[in-house]
């Protein structure tokens, strides 16, 4: 007959624990924060918040005397109304000037090109647009140019209007002011 080996039983000494970190405990780490920053407000204290030794401090009994800062000055009330002003305008040409349109007319440079064939695609991109471009052909000493207008427009509303189109689009627009040719107004 077989005997039964009696079994070993496992004690808690014999099973494996897990190594610990050696590594610097969380709390060195804030140990070290704190002394570091008590010596930092330290010496911003002592550098630049600290009392100037050389002046002197008053003590609680003595009065302190207040230096007197320069009050400003305000001469205008005074110098305005002393004031004239010699205006020699008759009130009526003022009206007369104001019931006259304007006698400049504005227009919107769409492009300048060398090529005609450039100023007629840009004519074509406005008149999507709803616009009505004009191509005007100059010759000047630096050779021919082909440039395209947009006006003259009437109001300011239109002008923006137009504008504001051309500029969606990517088009920039120049401004320009003209004197209307004889005859045209």
Do not use: C
Request: charged residues 30%.
């Amino acid at each position: 007959m077989a005997t039964a080996k009696p079994r070993k039983r496992s004690t808690g000494a014999s099973r494996k624990t897990p190594a610990r970190k050696t590594g610097p405990s969380p709390w060195r780490w804030y140990g070290a924060g704190v002394v570091s920053g008590l010596l930092l407000a330290g010496l911003l204290y002592v550098g630049v918040l600290a009392p100037d030794p050389r002046k002197p401090v008053p003590t609680p009994g003595e009065p302190v005397a207040e230096e007197e800062v320069p009050k400003p000055r305000f001469d205008f009330y005074t110098g305005l109304p002393e004031q004239t002003i010699d205006v020699e305008v008759d009130p009526a040409e003022i009206d007369q000037a104001r019931n006259q349109p304007d006698r400049d007319h504005f227009l919107l440079q769409a492009g300048s090109f060398r090529q005609a064939d450039d100023a007629d695609r840009r004519r074509a991109e406005l008149l999507l647009l709803g616009l009505d471009p004009k191509v005007e052909e100059t010759n000047g000493s630096n050779g021919r140019w082909f440039r395209v207008y947009l006006g003259p427009f009437d109001s300011r509303s239109r002008l923006a209007k137009a504008r504001s189109l051309t500029a969606a689009q990517g088009i920039d627009t120049l401004l320009l002011k003209r004197k209307p040719e004889s005859g045209n107004g």
